[in-house]
């Protein structure tokens, strides 16, 4: 796959600032991401330390796969405070398909953050990227995430439609064409 590292760069929204992953931003992230109720629909378990989140990030941060096959793309959220309160997130396969996905601090969820994060990245990696449909998979009892899902405009489709290997038994699978 042919990367575009000029597709990583900060996204200003009204009130955030998507930051490209780095590094760096380990030691901000482990708070947010230490809440055990992100992990309530989602695999995984809060980072052990800022050391180990650290590690995944130098991972992330060079944004492919080792085979090449995938580009990563991850941004965290800044509120116009500074503080950052999560990430979105995008892999993008060489049909010009991605897997979306977006993680908020819980003292955070249903403030309207998470929904302008993702209107600010959806058409970034669509325009940037040529990226023609977004997936998401879904625990079905996610009831916050499947309902911004659907403000952001995916449409629940088939489990057999998702092209980017198995879907967790139960999940939903939701689809956007950008």
Known sequence: MIRNDAAMHPIESKTLRLEPLTVAHAEEMFEPL?????YDYMPGAPPASVAALRERYVKLERGASADGRQQWLNWIIRLASGRCVGFVQATIYPARTGDF???????????????EACQAAIPHIAD?????????????????SIR????????????????HGEVEVNDRVFSFSC
């Not at 230490?34 to 992100?38: E, G, N």
């Not at 977006?102 to 953050?113: D, I, K, Q």
């Not at 940037?128 to 916050?144: C, I």
């Not at 911004?148 to 092209?163: D, I, K, Q, S, T």
């Open 128 to 144: 940037e990227l040529q990226v023609t449909e977004l997936f998401a998979t879904v625990d079905p009892n996610n009831a916050r």
């Open 101 to 115: 996905a977006f993680v908020l601090a819980p003292e955070y969820w249903g403030r309207g953050v998470a929904l």
């Open 34 to 38: 230490s809440a055990p109720t992100l």
């Open 148 to 163: 911004l899902l659907m403000r952001l405009g995916f449409n629940e489709v088939a489990p057999a439609l998702y092209p």
